[in-house]
């Protein structure tokens, strides 16, 4: 719940005509749900996305998304969202990432990339981006 309140008057020539003053409290309408989702999808080129996310009665969320690409490159993020703030877990093993900087405030992981020369890669779309089509599975829960 929020509180807002506040005070004005309109001033005539000279006179004050009139004073308004309120205190409200607002809310939702709705209260907090607790829900749960997630997914998971390959692509055509043998990549592989998700995503997994639970909210609960308090309004804290936390979760996972991430891909792993078809050569085993991965990226997982996690995360939490509460009363403690919002808070980032990531763990990767694409190349130039050492683990020693982390950005903001984001615990970063790194591992060496699988082996295959990710230096000469390009992941640009193009028409072949998604040849083969798109497969995949999603799951929801309330």
Known sequence: ?????????????????WVWIFNREWGSPYPTQPYQFNYQARDGLGNMHYRNEQG???GAVRGSYGYT???????????????????VKISTNEP???????PADVLLTAEQPPAGGYGAVSYGGGSNALRGGFQGTVGAQN
């Open 96 to 102: 130039s990432t050492d683990g020693k900087q982390s």
């Open 69 to 87: 690409d078809n050569q085993g490159l991965y990226r997982m993020v996690e995360y939490v969202a509460d009363a403690g703030d919002y808070r």
């Open 1 to 17: 719940m929020g509180i807002s309140s506040g005070c004005g008057s309109l001033i005539e020539n000279g006179d004050l005509q």
């Open 56 to 58: 609960d009665q308090s």
